[in-house]
């Protein structure tokens, strides 16, 4: 039967008028061409990449030709005037600053997803998570105003000084990764079916055993994204933490010691850098966009990860 | 008038019989490396009404989406053999897989109003196939949901949405929208599943009416409904999981139902009505 | 033994009712903080005049029209791309190595930090293209930040119509473009809107982005190609100088109400839908 040439040239029951239509040239081109402009929109995603990594590292790349990217990402001092260009301490800034959001942060935020996702009641979920979402629309510099004015003084009082450097960095931090991360974790928990749980309360188990034993070993991928993407937000996040980190480019000296990082270190030197300063500033944002892509593809493989093993 | 897997043979090419509407001859359809169709040969008469029977997974509504090349749209899908619609291969070279939708209306188990107004609803085949004037519109809109039944019930409230009539109201009103590009074949994929039983009534009369001038396939689990409303039957069946399935039986309502050829059939049909 | 479980039990779920409340009353901090010291700032002079003296007393119009005149135009800019990016994505593509490709850069784009985006947007706007601390400078570049969140909110978007609703239009001889720009699209457009105000909420708020694109210039914009300084630049130049802490506290009182109204008016939509399907 598969030999049987195809023909359309059978005789017609009801004449021509019933014949088949063929697909006609004009609809053909429009539905093609529009497929293209289509995926032309869908490219611009990978010409903004693209872009940036073009433009960002043209203007970046002089740092590590002529400074050299071992006195770059490697010098311990960060003296523009002196034609010191280590980037070392404001990456360590950028370290301390979100690792130590993290710590602060994730347990806040896994909690708060727990509570949404398994124990708060229907009325009080209504009111926790426009709320979380809501922390994630509040802009940055106003986060920075409120720690600068109110955290500020609180941590001086704590730590001497004036306040500003990593401590309120990281509480201020904590705060705009928790929606990040718990909103991403309730997904993860979400994700469950209701059997699990059901299994595991039907055995007798309390509802903090099903938690611990159960529902966050069975979303534990979901939260290390959660937690990476997270990161990814502290790491970049700029205003909030100019704002408050008290913008002194050396090494970690204590929590309430300023410190710089190199999100904020751009938006400090920027409006007065010029020459082989400014190219440092182009080369740290290429540092950042390199870091960033990195967690990307982290979350990336990790879903591979959890798709093979399901 | 009868057809029989006998009349499938090698060589066999089928005729431009008046009463042919459609014919098959060795379809086999794949979903990528799985064969779900094999071997299928028949031929559906004109102006009548034909059930395709069988238990869930038999295939039977793969094969009516091969009929309209909805197939088409889910990749992967691979049909070999022939179907001809009046004597030409719809799946030759070149053909519009859209024109030939548009000769081959489909209405399917879940009643699928598009989110728009009763009006529109109908109007949306005319439409997209060019028709402008408000005139024109108005008298198929009219026409079709006169033929749908619908009329009576839907002339005063044309602007509401279609999503606000009940199940069986929502069902009529795909049919009416299928009528309006006057379709030859409409093909009815469970089309009473998902509706009350007095719709039911209703959608089985319509098809009644209807087949005088529309030629009806349709895919039921229901075998009262299938002695009910069709004048030929065919019978599919998937014997071994993972294999594909084929049509065992087909031939006039009557016989199948009161004196099948083949103990598959009369198995199953005394299963379901016993 | 089994009072220790109750216990336990009991003080963990204590524990996860602390960390859920702790984020409303830290929302509720940050708002009550903004709102009882901008309260008094906040009046129609305020919003409706120019500032004038070395600390900027007076209002803040040019600044409001900066903000909003950047992000309108980011948004029309944006919005075509985005969703047509995500109509291919949700219908036309195939998986692959295209998508995969196509998806990478999306999310890679969503996780660069807005002050990389800052620069970038200053490399090739404001001084390789010469549209120089523009309106326009900072819209491009805001379209890029806003570009990955419109695509996965309307692919979302697109992806909740049902199929079968699809599958009625084809089967009547509807075109795949047919489909989608008179079913699909209509069908899926209250949540391409939500989107598209969440973005647009993001990128009121946004600073690092337009502080290096648009400039720090008081000035009310006319053109596409003029200078401005946004309200979010304002707060902060106004926050670190601390000359006018009463003008910073009324621009974070109007940021704060324009984003409460963005995300509540796209929670309001969202909910009509979702009560209008049923």
Known sequence: MADEPRTNDMPSVRGEANNLKLVSRATYFKEATLKNLFLLCAFMAVAGVALIFVFVGYRGWPIFSEVGAGNFLFGMEWLPTKGLFGILPLFVGSIVVTLGALLLGTPVAVGAAVFLSEIAPPKIRSVVRPAVELLAGVPSVVYGFFGLLILRPIVADLTGGLGFGPLTAWIILAIMIIPTIATLTEDALQSIPDGVREASYAMGATTWQTISRVLLPAAKIGIVDAIILGMGRAIGETMAVLMVVGNAPGFFRGMGEPLSTLTSQIVMDMPYASGMHRTALFGMAIILFLVSMGLVLTVRLLSRLREETS | ?274 | MKDMKRITNALALAVFWIAGLTTVVVLGAVILYVFVNGIGHLNLAFIFTKPHGVNAEGGIWPMIVSTMYVTGLAMVIVTPIAVLAAVYLAEYAVQGRLVRIIRFAADTLAGVPSIVMGLFGLALFVEGMGFGFSVLSGALALSFLMLPIVMRTTEEAIRAVPKFIRWGSYGLGATKWQTVSRIVLPAAMPRIITGLILATGRAVGETAVVIFTMGTMINTPLLPTDPGRSMTVHLYQMAMEGINLPAAFGTALLLMVMILFFNLSARWLLRRNRRMQG
């Open chain 2, 1 to 274: 008038m009868s057809h029989t897997l006998a009349e499938h043979q090698p060589g066999f090419v089928p005729t431009a019989d008046a009463c042919v509407k459609i014919a098959v001859r060795g379809l086999d359809f794949f979903y990528g490396d799985f064969q779900a169709l094999t071997d299928i040969t028949c031929d559906i008469r004109d102006n009548s009404v034909t059930a395709f029977i069988g238990p869930s997974g038999c295939g039977k509504s793969t094969f009516l989406r091969c009929f309209n090349r909805m197939n088409d749209l889910i990749i992967g899908t691979k049909v070999e053999g022939l179907i001809t619609l009046d004597g030409q291969d719809i799946y030759a070279p070149g053909v519009d897989p859209v024109d030939l939708r548009r000769r081959i209306g489909m209405i399917f188990q879940q009643p699928n109003p598009f989110p728009m107004s009763i009006y529109d609803n109908v109007a949306y085949g005319p439409r997209l196939h060019g028709m402008k004037k408000k005139a024109d519109l108005d008298e198929v809109v009219e026409t079709s949901l006169k033929r749908a039944n619908l009329w009576k019930e839907v002339k005063d409230i044309l602007g509401r949405g279609g999503l606000t009539l009940s199940g069986g109201q929502q069902q009529r009103l795909c049919i009416a929208r299928v009528l309006a590009v006057q379709p030859d074949v409409l093909l009815m994929d469970e089309p009473c599943s998902a509706i009350d039983p007095t719709s039911v009534q209703k959608i089985e009369d319509l098809m009644a009416e209807l087949k005088s001038t529309v030629t009806i396939i349709i895919v039921t689990h229901n075998m009262q409904q299938a002695a009910r409303v069709s004048d030929e039957t065919a019978f599919f069946l998937q014997e071994v999981m993972g294999e594909p399935a084929m049509l065992v039986e087909f031939g006039r309502t009557a016989d199948i139902f009161t004196s099948p050829k083949d103990k598959r059939t009369e198995d199953y049909i005394t299963g379901r009505f016993g």
